[in-house]
């Protein structure tokens, strides 16, 4: 069965987006599935506050599926920018599977590729469906700690 590395953007600040703690999720994996159709469902909520922020809106992301000979791996992007009709973003997260990106490299985004999006709003997640279904793989007081940092999901 083909498998999944997702990585989980768990972070107390913006400046911690790196995330180094992964899981090996199954591509068959339901909830993770439906999470992933949300966010592609919903992906036109992200656009319009990217393209019009609120005053407390900020730290625009997108995860976004690569694939390469070593297998699928998801990564958030940062740094999202829109040129000459593409979208383009850093990875910022680190590669454990895929090798032909690396960590703070600018890609191309294929919107067909998008997995997930988020922003903060008034210093919570809004969006960020795949991280919610990655929350029962933490122990209890991390969960908690992570769940405080979660806004609406639009």
């Known amino acids: 069965m083909k ?42 909520s992200f656009w319009k506050h990217y393209n019009k922020p609120g005053p407390n809106e900020k730290d625009f992301m997108i995860k976004v599926k690569i694939e390469d000979a070593g297998g699928v ?38 919107p067909t590729a998008i997995s997930d999006w988020m922003y903060y709003r008034d210093g919570k997640i809004v969006g960020g469906f795949t991280i919610r279904v990655l929350l029962k793989y933490l122990d209890e007081g991390e969960r908690k700690r992570y769940e405080n940092m979660l806004g609406p999901e639009e």
């Open 73 to 110: 791996e998801h990564f958030w992007c940062g740094n999202i920018q829109l040129k000459d009709g593409a979208v383009y973003g850093d990875l910022w997260n680190y590669p454990e599977v895929v090798k032909s990106v690396k960590y703070g490299e600018t890609v191309k985004i294929d």
């Open 3 to 44: 498998r999944l590395l997702l990585v989980v953007l768990i972070m107390l600040s913006p400046s911690l987006y790196a995330a180094k703690e992964t899981f090996d999720v199954s591509a068959a994996d339901p909830e993770m599935n439906n999470a992933i159709k949300k966010a592609q469902e919903t992906i036109g």
